[in-house]
Each structure stands twice: as structure tokens, then as C-alpha cells.
């Protein structure tokens, strides 16, 4: 980004301020605020929207947190479909079998999302209100043929319509929804035994990584010929686009190698694909060809989930239980948490990040947490929240009322005795500068809780959001596997 002389950067603005963030312990409560407050914007996860209001400047704004209702995170898994809360997160979505066997493109899809801290924290509905072409769960969700449940209030009762997922964006970051209305669930089919199913994506990186181009893909098989096929992709356009030439081109054939090739070659033809910073259309269109090509060969060897890892790490998946402490937050209001084993209180919470907080504003700074990025990227600012390890930068002190926070502060033992990973990185030289490892620490020490004795996959997988600027990511594994006691000696 160029600024003209005297103009500040982005990072140097003042950010839209959070006047007062509403805090409901049910959808009714929530749908409510929002008719109280007709220019509230709704949070879940906060991963988006938190980062568009940092790099926004406007009027304060009143946020509804959705984070607490309990039933907003409940799986309902049906003889038909299921039907995720609107505040599923990705990694309950990865930690559910049930749907891994049935509905494997959402499964694949919500795995390759951001990063254990941030699938921990985004929700399926803030993917698909955020609407990005870019947004990896949207393709599966079209490809899957589900719908989304749309709520408001209409004379104090609660009205619903249902909405296809592939009849919900209009544009570019726009959709359907009203300002009144909250996303409560989505519905998503189970597929018929006759299909088989992917989702596939190239980005640029190996992890957190914005795709370059996503794909979802059924192609349901009888009697050795495609009987149907449906395909989505995604960042291919302003918005997730299903394809007509896709089942034009595979019905009533065989799934053979020419077959595979020339519909992947006319999809690819088909398109007009977006040019944008990740990558140039002649390169999405190439690359388009190509990925199908290998989704298809592997749904004609009935292999789609292949690669699906044993056991993935989560880093724990947080299910609220109990309410809110203050329905309404604002700077004024002094919220609590228990920080460390020790209660700590602190204000400023509805405009504070809960990294900040930690740092700056609660009882007892916790100066262990570093901000790197900001956005969610580095990994920096790892904190468990109710066991469930997050990006404190992404984070609104607001949400974590009455939470329960570990920082690298408490990671210890006791006052004698380091956490058994904290050894192992003095041990291997794993501290090097120091300023990313708190967060390597946390989220080391989740995976250990979690796997015991973790494989490299699942060591690798598990620290996939923490970045090491000093570039020393050996001596850091090895410091996992000695902690597990599977080291080299």
C-alpha cells in the first residue's frame, strides 16, 4: 500500500472504536439487541471483523456478541443433513466424525482454514457473512446443497426463511441478510451413498494460506457412469460460482482418464477468472484445469479422503456452558477473568483487544503475550481461553468476561518448576530472540495436553500458526518431541 506525502498508513489511523458490546445468552436476546440497535454489527468469532474495524475509521459501533449462546455451537445430526449453530466453529467441525463420513468437503474445507488458533475462534456463519470468493467453507457448503436459516423478529415472535447457500450472496462482500437478521443455522445434507465427494485448494503456502483457487466437488457414480456431478469454485470471481459446464460434461459417462481430461480442460475454458495479488487469471485458469484434473482422478479411485490426517490437532474446542457476566460492555464496565489461576479485573474491555487487556489493563500485566502481526497471523499473542488456544490480537476483551486464560505466565509448574515443554526449548535452544516463543509455548503445550507423544504431522500441524521470525523452527520441534519424550539423545 503507497500513501501520498503527509498521509498517514492504515496502521498509523485510529481504528473504528467499540463503543458497547451486547453480550445475549440466547438467540431471542440477540435478534432483540439488534432491533435496539438497528447499526449493530453481530460478532462470533470476531476474526474478520475485529481486523475490518482496526483498518476502518467511522462512528463507534455497538456489537452484539453471539459467542455465549450456548445453542448458537450445538451439532444436530438428522437421518438427512446436519445442522450446525450459527456459531460452529471450524474445529468442531474438524473434530466431528460424524461429519468427516458424511459431508467430507466441509470437513476438508474447515481443516485448511487459518490456522488451530483461528479455527478455534471463526464460525462457519461468519465465513459465509463475511462472503468473501476467497472464504474456503463457502464452496463446500454450496457443493453440499446446503441453506442457511435466517432469523429477525417480527411483532416480538421470532420469523425464520431459509436460503440456499448458492442463492445467498448478491456481490463482492454483499448478501442477502437484512441488518435485522442473524444467521442461526445452516443445513447441510448428508451425501447419498452414490456420491463421492471432495474439496481441494492451492495457495501459496502450506498453511494459512488465502487460496488462490477452492474447489468442492460431487459426482455421484452408477452402473460405471456419472449419474450427477456438481461443482462450486471459489476465488475464481467476485464471488463462490458453481459450474454448469462441469455436469454438462460428465453425465452419462464414464469416469475414465479422457473423460477427466476434457472436463477439466472446459471448465477451466469456461471461466474468467479474477487478477488480483495472489495470482494472475492466466494462472488461475491453468491451475484450475490442473487441480481438478487430480480431484477427479482421485474420485474415480474413490480415494477423496486419503489425505484426511490421523488424529488432527485442535489445540481444544471450546463449548460455552455458562452465561455471560455483563450483558453489556463498554469502556466504563469492569470485567473479570480468571488469569492464571488468579482473578483479575480490569476496564476499557468493550474498545481492548484481549491482548492488550492482558497487557495493559488487567491486575497483574501479562507482559509475556507480544502482538507480531496484529491480524492473526504470527502467532504471537497464543492464549488458551477456556482451554482453547486463540489469538488474543483477534480477540475482544469484551468476549473473555468471565473466561478462564492461561498466558506463558502460567504455564509453569509452580515457582520452582518450568512446564516440561519450557525445558525442553532452554535444553534444545529453541528460546532464540524470544519474542514469538510465548506463543510457541502455548500452543506447544496445548498439543502436548492434547497428544502426548505427537507425530511430526500432528507437531507441525499443531504449530502451523506460530511463525518464527529467526527462522529456527528445528530446534522448536525438537523441543516438542524431547517434552514428549520421543527426542533424539
Known amino acids: 500500500m503507497t500513501t501520498e506525502p503527509g498521509q498517514l498508513h492504515e496502521v498509523q489511523r485510529a481504528s473504528t472504536r467499540v463503543a458497547r458490546v451486547l453480550r445475549p445468552a440466547t438467540w431471542f436476546e440477540a435478534l432483540e439487541a439488534l432491533q435496539e440497535y438497528p447499526d449493530a454489527r453481530p460478532i462470533a468469532g470476531g476474526t474478520d471483523l475485529l481486523l475490518d474495524l482496526a483498518r476502518s475509521t467511522g462512528e463507534p459501533v455497538t456489537l452484539v456478541d453471539l459467542s455465549a449462546i450456548v445453542d448458537a455451537r450445538r451439532i444436530l445430526n438428522t437421518d438427512a443433513a446436519f445442522v450446525l449453530g450459527g456459531g460452529v466453529t471450524h474445529n468442531q467441525v474438524v473434530a466431528d466424525e460424524r461429519i468427516r463420513r458424511h459431508c467430507l468437503p466441509l470437513a476438508q474445507a474447515c481443516l485448511e482454514i487459518g490456522s488451530p488458533q483461528l479455527r478455534n475462534r471463526a464460525t462457519l456463519a461468519g465465513n459465509l457473512a463475511t462472503a468473501s470468493p476467497a472464504n474456503d467453507s463457502i464452496s463446500a457448503l454450496m457443493v453440499l446443497n446446503a441453506s442457511v436459516v435466517l432469523s429477525r423478529l417480527v411483532d416480538g415472535e421470532v420469523s425464520e426463511r431459509v436460503v440456499p447457500v448458492a442463492g445467498f450472496f448478491t456481490g463482492f462482500r454483499s448478501t442477502v441478510r437484512e441488518p435485522d437478521e442473524l444467521i442461526t443455522s445452516i443445513r447441510v445434507p448428508k451425501l447419498d451413498e452414490s456420491e463421492r465427494a471432495i474439496w481441494v485448494k492451492v495457495g501459496l503456502r502450506r498453511a494459512q494460506a488465502i487460496s488462490v483457487v477452492h474447489a468442492g466437488m460431487v459426482v455421484a457414480v452408477h452402473k460405471g457412469k456419472v449419474a450427477?456431478?456438481?461443482?462450486?469454485?471459489?476465488?475464481?470471481?467476485?464471488?463462490?460460482?458453481?459450474?454448469?459446464?462441469?455436469?454438462?460434461?460428465?453425465?452419462?459417462?464414464?469416469?475414465?482418464?479422457?473423460?477427466?481430461?476434457?472436463?477439466?480442460?472446459?471448465?477451466?475454458?469456461?471461466?474468467?477468472?479474477?487478477?488480483?495479488?495472489?495470482?494472475?487469471?492466466?494462472?488461475?485458469?491453468?491451475?484450475?484445469?490442473?487441480?481438478?484434473?487430480?480431484?477427479?482422478?482421485?474420485?474415480?479411485?474413490?480415494?477423496?479422503?486419503?489425505?484426511?490426517?490421523?488424529?488432527?490437532?485442535?489445540?481444544?474446542?471450546?463449548?460455552?456452558?455458562?452465561?455471560?457476566?455483563?450483558?453489556?460492555?463498554?469502556?466504563?464496565?469492569?470485567?473479570?477473568?480468571?488469569?492464571?489461576?488468579?482473578?483479575?479485573?480490569?476496564?476499557?474491555?468493550?474498545?481492548?483487544?484481549?491482548?492488550?487487556?492482558?497487557?495493559?489493563?488487567?491486575?497483574?500485566?501479562?507482559?509475556?503475550?507480544?502482538?507480531?502481526?496484529?491480524?492473526?497471523?504470527?502467532?504471537?499473542?497464543?492464549?488458551?481461553?477456556?482451554?482453547?488456544?486463540?489469538?488474543?490480537?483477534?480477540?475482544?476483551?469484551?468476549?473473555?468476561?468471565?473466561?478462564?486464560?492461561?498466558?506463558?505466565?502460567?504455564?509453569?509448574?509452580?515457582?520452582?518448576?518450568?512446564?516440561?515443554?519450557?525445558?525442553?526449548?532452554i535444553d534444545e535452544f529453541a528460546v532464540q530472540c524470544g519474542f514469538c516463543i510465548p506463543g510457541f509455548l502455548v500452543a506447544g503445550a496445548t498439543l502436548l495436553d492434547e497428544h502426548p507423544h505427537p507425530t511430526d504431522e500432528q507437531i507441525e500441524s499443531g504449530l502451523a500458526g506460530n511463525l518464527c521470525r529467526c527462522t529456527g523452527y528445528y530446534p522448536i520441534t525438537q523441543a516438542v518431541r524431547s517434552a514428549a519424550g520421543s527426542g533424539e539423545s
Open 228 to 425: 450427477d456431478a456438481r461443482l462450486a469454485l471459489g476465488s475464481v470471481a467476485a464471488t463462490v460460482i458453481t459450474s454448469h459446464v462441469f455436469p454438462a460434461a460428465l453425465v452419462g459417462k464414464a469416469l475414465d482418464d479422457a473423460t477427466i481430461a476434457s472436463t477439466a480442460a472446459a471448465v477451466a475454458a469456461s471461466i474468467q477468472p479474477i487478477d488480483d495479488v495472489r495470482a494472475s487469471a492466466d494462472y488461475r485458469s491453468s491451475v484450475t484445469e490442473a487441480v481438478l484434473a487430480r480431484a477427479l482422478r482421485t474420485l474415480a479411485d474413490d480415494r477423496a479422503d486419503a489425505a484426511w490426517p490421523l488424529d488432527p490437532p485442535l489445540l481444544g474446542v471450546r463449548t460455552p456452558s455458562t452465561p455471560p457476566n455483563s450483558a453489556v460492555v463498554t469502556d466504563e464496565t469492569v470485567v473479570s477473568m480468571t488469569v492464571n489461576g488468579h482473578a483479575a479485573s480490569g476496564s476499557t474491555a468493550a474498545s481492548t483487544t484481549l491482548l492488550d487487556w492482558l497487557r495493559d489493563h488487567s491486575s497483574g500485566p501479562c507482559l509475556g503475550v507480544k502482538e507480531g502481526c496484529a491480524e492473526g497471523e504470527c502467532g504471537a499473542c497464543t492464549v488458551r481461553v477456556d482451554g482453547a488456544v486463540v489469538m488474543s490480537c483477534l480477540v475482544s476483551a469484551a468476549q473473555a468476561d468471565g473466561a478462564d486464560v492461561t498466558t506463558i505466565e502460567g504455564l509453569a509448574i509452580d515457582a520452582d518448576r518450568l512446564h516440561p515443554l519450557q525445558d525442553a526449548f
